[in-house]
C-alpha cells in the first residue's frame, strides 16, 4: 500500500494559520503557531525513525549490523526552530508573527509534496534497483555463518571448544542516534508545549468585570457621591472626611451574605450604632436586609463581613479599577480609599 504522505496535513496546517491570523489576530501568536511546528517536526521525526529502523527482524541478531554513518536530519532543526517560536512568542505579543511561521510553512511543504509527486509519477532509476544485500562476512578466505545461541549453548553442552571473538566498543549506530535525540526533542517540544498552553490560559487584556476598568476623571464623582459602575459591578464611593475618607473607595456590590446586589438606598433611615442617632442614607440589601454605612462596612443584617472593595488607583486625575483584585470587607474599608 502507499505510504501516506505528511505534507498534504502540512500544507493544509499552514493554510489554516494563514487564514485565521488574517481573519483574527491573536496575540502570541507566534507561540501557538510554533507549537504546530514542534509537532510537525515530532511526527517527522518518529516517521524517519521508523524508517531507519526498517521492519523488525524475524530472529534477533546477535550483533547489531554495522550500518552507515549518520546523515543530516532537517527534523530535530524544525522542532528546534519550532522551540525558539514558542519561546519567541511568548515575550512578543505580536499579533501576526504566526505568519513568520505558516508561509514558509506553506511554501515548504508545497514543494516537499510535488517533489514526493514527481517520484511517484516518474520514478528515477536507482529507485527500481533492487535493496542492497549486507555482504557475507568473510575469514580468512572463508564465509562465516551466524550460530544461533541455542545451537551454540547445544554444543556447549556436548563439550566442543567455543572460542568467542573479543569484540571492541562499538561505535553509535545511527538508529541509536536518532532514537536518542528524539527523546530529547520530544521532551523538550512538550515542554515548550505547555509553557504555550499555559501563556493561552493566563487571562490578559480581559474587558469588563475581572479587568481594570476605566472609571474615568475624579471630576465626576464629587465628595459625598455613590455612583454605581456597570461594566465593573462596583459602587465608586467619593468619601468626605466625616464619612472615613477623604478618598475613593470602589465597593463590590455583591452583598456577602448570598450574592444579593446591595443598592445604594439614599432616604432609608436607619440609627447608626455607632453614634446612636438616625441617619439617612445606607447601603441596603433588599434580600436580607444586611446594611452598610457610605464605606460598605456592616452594621446589621446577617452578611457575615462588610462589603468587599477593589483595587483603585488614580493617575493624572483618571480612576481605574482592577475588578480582578478584590478584597474582603472589614471594619477599616475605609483606610483603603484612596487620596484625590
Ligand atoms: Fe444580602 Fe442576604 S444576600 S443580606
Redesign the pocket.
Known sequence: MQRLSLWPVVLGLALAMIVVALVKPVEHSLGYASVALVVIGLIGWVMEAREVAGPPPAVEPEHEEEEPAPGPSYWPLIVAAGIVGIAGGLVYEWEYGALIIALPLAVGAAAAWGEVVRREIAPSPGQEEAPPVAPPVVVGGRVLMPVAPNVLAAQAAGGAAIALERVGPRPISRRNLLRATFWVGLGAGLLAAVASIIDFMYPRGIVGFGGVINAGSVDRYPPGTKTQVPAGRFWLVHLTAEQGGPGILALWWK?P????T?PWRPTFTFTDPGTGEAKQGWFR?P????TYNDAGVRVF???PRSMDHMEVTIENGQISVNTGKITKGTPDNAQFAVKV
Open positions: 452583598c451574605h448570598l450574592g444579593c446591595v440589601c434580600c436580607h436586609g444586611s443584617g446577617p452578611a
